[in-house]
Structures are given as C-alpha cells and as structure tokens.
C-alpha cells in the first residue's frame, strides 16, 4: 500500500499530513484548490500529468470524485491544513470571497 499525504474524515474533509508535499484538490470542473504548510488557494499551474511527475515536484492530486476517495463530486469540501486551521472550501460560491474560508482557527 502506497503512503498518501492525506487521509480523509468523515463524508467531505481532507486531513493535510505530510509538510513537505502540496496537494491539489481537483473537484470536477471547478478551479483546482492547492494546499500546503504555508496555506491554501487557487492552484495556477498545470496540473501534473502522471503521478510520477506531481511526486517529483512535491505534490500530489486529489481527484475528489474518485471511488478511492469520496466517489462524488462536492459542494462543500473541510480542509484541515498544517497551520493548525479548518478550511471551508464552497464550490457553490467560485469566484468570490467566500469560496474559500477558514472555518476553525485551531482544530487540534
């Protein structure tokens, strides 16, 4: 079984594990989301096209539509990040101030 750099909780939260890799959040057709130890956004960059190459560069892609992981896509995704925060991330508000939000300060 191959190590991942996240592991999921519950019906729609991702848990960040591993402080060296970034991982891109790919939803559907909705922007990519990238998370890493000094916090989340946009992803602007191509998105890798083998898991080789994301693992060369310290990433790795999350397809939340995937039957290893949620099996669907979401509206409504949590994020616990390294900083110690939870992330709301709402695919129902792209393209505006809401779509991504911190939801807890300190979850641990």
Do not use: C, W
């Not at 996240?6 to 402080?19: L, P």
């Not at 989340?40 to 560069?57: D, L, Q, V, Y």
């Amino acid at each position: 079984m191959v190590e991942k750099n996240f592991i999921t909780s519950g019906r729609n939260t991702i848990i960040h594990k591993i402080k060296k890799f970034d991982l891109l959040i790919v939803n559907g057709e909705n922007p990519v989301v990238i998370v890493s130890h000094r916090g989340i956004g946009i992803f602007k960059g191509e998105i890798p096209a083998k898991r080789s190459i994301a693992k060369k560069a310290y990433q790795e892609v999350i397809y939340i539509e995937s039957s290893e992981l949620f099996g669907e896509e979401k509206t409504l995704l949590f994020v616990q990040a390294l900083d110690g925060r939870e992330f709301k991330i709402d695919y129902s508000k792209v393209d505006t101030k809401s779509f991504i939000r911190v939801h807890q300060d300190h979850y641990n």
